[in-house]
């Protein structure tokens, strides 16, 4: 059950991201409710996943880390944002530290 809110948390979190740069500086009241709303979901479902015994490095690293590289996705797929070889590296080395985070925290 945990594994799930925190997939549920990054799908959040990740909305509210693409949505901060849609409001435009939150300049657009619409998109700026989304974020707001998207983030506090985000960090209660966190705090709920961590609630349920989730290691707190392990939970943050995979947040966080899968949050980084699926927005730079969205960036360079959907917002005309530049993606070459060292960003990709980059998300590769994330994805690659968020799995070495949860060999090294399986029981």
């Not at 979190?13 to 983030?39: D, P, R």
């Not at 209660?44 to 290691?55: C, G, I, N, P, V």
């Amino acid at each position: 059950m945990a594994w799930i809110l925190l997939a549920v948390a990054i799908a959040f979190e990740i909305t509210a991201t693409s949505a901060l740069k849609l409001s435009n500086g939150f300049s657009h009241l619409g998109w700026t409710v989304v974020v707001a709303i998207g983030y506090l979901v985000s960090f209660t479902l966190l705090a709920q996943a961590l609630k349920l015994q989730l290691e707190m490095g392990v939970a943050y690293a995979v947040w966080s880390g899968v949050g980084t590289a699926a927005i730079a996705l969205i960036g360079a797929l959907f917002m005309g944002e530049s993606l070459n070889a060292l960003k990709i590296g980059g998300i590769v080395l994330i994805i690659g530290g968020v799995v070495v985070l949860n060999l090294a925290g399986a029981h």
